[in-house]
């Protein structure tokens, strides 16, 4: 018998030696019949919450009752429905004004920054730094850039230089760029914001629908909106598609696997993948922009490292079911590692200026070698929004426990 979901979850943060007498207080069986569990794991370390038989069998049971596009309506509706419910976002809160600050504009190349904050809550405030072109077309194509768990001061969320690097280099594009924090990360982390909070990815998910309301506030394309991000990053992506269906392309990296969901708990703190009359895993909640723009993209040494055999096939039935399989495509890079690296800029760029009218020329060269040259890494401090000239608000709530969900 397997333990309820919510033990599950503590299953997956726990060394293997300790699995056992969990699991036996969890199941109440006695220790003397009860074998260890042994946890798999990625070549990276990346635990799976699935066995592969589990993952495989439940993808081809799938197939065989999703057979025509509405039935996959009707199942991406059920898994949009569990993913709010789970997260008590259904009904949605309120929409309070977004009250955007705007702190100093830089222009460089082809490009310019400029950082900044809006209340997704009142008083909770959502950081980051807005990317755009220096010549801004009427109604620009819009891309959110959630970024992942890299927590390291000098490899940090958004700062890190290969987040900067895709934001500056799709803004030269022709996209209008916004790139920011995850909860407790940046600079709210300061005033006490934790990321390790229960409540975590109902705010991340929250945080991401008003990103898109931010991004239409500044005159975005309402039909040409992205989400790319990787790792956790990627989560957000698929997460933040499959609720939105504001999101026209999607471009989850290194991060859709049939059998792990992220090792997090702002991926796996609400049970979003299952309940007692309900079970799904990422590879569905991904697909569930079908038949809109997707591109998976994975690596050979990390949790997507079965992406051709499995989940890219999985998903490319679901797209043909609406005669649509040229929209969804796999960039498998077998000896890359996990991160939004060169060889993954090189492979999201294209895809992004085909399906939102971009100029590729402006990153790439035609050789297919990026054309990154010129773009500023800026220093930590100079990506924040808050400073001498735009200082923390009165109104500013300082931690995840004082949050009013209206």
């Not at 290969?162 to 995850?182: E, H, I």
């Not at 998910?205 to 790792?231: E, H, K």
């Amino acid at each position: 018998m397997r333990p309820p979901f919510k033990h599950i979850l503590y299953l997956f943060f726990l060394p293997t030696i300790a699995v056992h007498s969990l699991l036996v207080s969890c199941t109440g069986e006695s220790s003397k019949t009860e074998k260890s569990v042994e946890i798999e794991k990625s070549k990276s370390g990346q635990i799976y919450q699935w066995s592969e038989v589990e993952g495989k069998d439940f993808l081809r049971q799938t197939r065989q009752y999703i057979t025509t596009p509405e039935a996959w309506k009707r199942r991406a509706n059920q898994i949009r429905t569990q993913i709010l419910q789970a997260t008590d976002l259904d009904p949605f809160p309120e929409k309070c004004p977004l009250n955007p600050i705007f702190g100093k504009k830089r222009i460089f190349d082809g490009y310019k920054v400029e950082n900044v904050a809006f209340e997704s809550l009142p008083g909770v405030y959502v950081t980051g730094s807005l990317y755009s072109p220096t010549e801004v077309k009427a109604m620009p194509p819009g891309i959110l850039s959630p970024h992942g768990h890299w927590p390291k001061i000098d490899d940090y969320g958004r700062y890190r230089p290969d987040v900067q690097k895709r934001c500056a280099a799709m803004a030269r594009m022709g996209a209008v760029v916004f790139s920011y924090d995850m909860v407790g990360y940046g600079q709210l982390a300061e005033l006490g914001w934790q990321h390790e909070h229960p409540e975590t990815m109902k705010l991340q998910i929250w945080n991401g629908i008003r990103a898109i309301d931010f991004l239409l506030s500044l005159g975005v394309n309402p039909q040409q909106i992205a989400c790319t991000g990787a790792s956790g990053g990627g989560t957000q992506t698929f997460q933040i598609a499959a609720v939105d269906p504001r999101i026209s392309v999607s471009v989850p990296v290194v991060m859709v696997s049939y059998r792990h969901f992220g090792g997090c708990v702002c991926e796996l703190g609400m049970p979003i993948h299952e309940n007692k009359d309900f079970k799904t895993n990422n590879v569905e909640i991904a697909a569930c922009i079908a038949p809109n723009p997707l591109l998976l993209v994975s690596v050979g040494t990390d949790a997507t490292e079965s992406t051709p055999e499995v989940e890219y096939p999985f998903i490319k039935y679901i797209y043909g079911l609406f005669g649509a399989s040229g929209m969804v495509e796999n960039a498998h890079l077998p000896n890359d590692q996990h991160g939004y690296d060169y060889n993954k800029r090189a492979a999201v760029y294209p895809f992004l200026a085909k399906h939102l009218s971009l100029d590729l020329s402006k990153a790439m060269d035609p050789d297919g070698t990026l054309n990154e040259q010129g773009i500023v890494i800026e220093k930590i401090e100079d990506l924040y929004t808050f400073d001498e000239n735009n200082p923390f608000p009165d109104n500013i709530v300082r931690n995840n426990n004082d949050i009013v969900w209206e």
